[in-house]
């Protein structure tokens, strides 16, 4: 496939959306009851599920620190959520996988509210199910949902997404095909109700006269994601609240 053809003469893109237009987003909380918070999130064909235990003692003697919670998080894919087939083992301790996995942790270090958890930790457990692309972004919107089924204390949501520029085109939430389209990989996570920006990772350089619009876009499609969120957990609390009410 050319690089011609990733966006049309009509400025559709492979999946037919336009370039600022997100993949469709489907959340559920509380899928394991084992779990102190869990969530599913899905977005266009990447599914992903998270768990978080905790707070709780330090699972190693001396590894916890008196005055605020550790967060940890653990990343892995399923065997089957890609077409490239290897084995679940190899998939633990391969760059990518440590790269989300630090990504994830960093981000709710700073928006935690470690302090109201001493000498305890927090784990955060990430299993891909489906890949399309966009998986930071998913692994760190699927593990705020988590954590606020956790009830975890943190400054704000944390929201990201994916952008990139194709063709000298500003675009949103990028698919697996997108990703491989040699154009720079973007991930915005941002406090959207703060207005904090958490982290801004690119993959290679981006074009100065394209840079501010693909910012731009990043944030608009944090704000966007933010908004379906955060209309889910209202549902979400309502529907607890009544259950409560009604036993």
Do not use: W
Request: net charge positive; proline share 3%; charged share 25%.
């Amino acid at each position: 496939m050319s690089k011609l053809s990733y966006i049309s003469p009509e400025g559709l893109r492979i999946d037919g959306r336009r370039a600022n237009e997100l993949r469709r987003i489907n959340v559920e909380m509380g899928i394991f009851k084992r779990a102190d918070g869990s969530a599913y999130y899905e977005q266009g064909n990447t599914k992903i599920i998270a768990a978080v235990y905790g707070p709780r003692e330090t699972s190693v003697s001396g590894k916890g620190v008196f005055d605020r919670a550790v967060v940890k998080c653990e990343f892995s894919s399923s065997s089957f959520s890609t077409t490239e087939r290897k084995p679940q083992q190899k998939t633990k301790g391969d760059r990518v996988t440590t790269e989300i996995a630090n990504l994830v942790k960093q981000a709710f270090e700073s928006t935690i509210h470690t302090h109201l958890y001493p000498r305890s930790q927090i784990n955060i457990y990430l299993q891909v199910l489906q890949s399309d692309g966009g998986l930071k972004a998913a692994a760190i919107n699927a593990s705020t949902l988590a954590l606020i089924d956790a009830g975890i204390s943190m400054k704000d949501f944390i929201c990201a997404c994916s952008t990139s520029c194709i063709d000298g085109i500003a675009v949103l939430d990028l698919n697996n095909i997108e990703e491989r389209s040699g154009g720079p990989d973007c991930l915005l996570s941002i406090q959207p109700q703060i207005g904090g920006v958490i982290s801004l990772n690119m993959d290679s350089k981006v074009p100065q006269d394209l840079f501010e619009s693909v910012l731009e876009l990043g944030e608009k499609g944090c704000k966007k994601i933010f908004l379906i969120l955060s209309d889910y957990v209202k549902k979400y609390c309502s529907n607890l609240i009544s259950n409560q009410i009604k036993n």
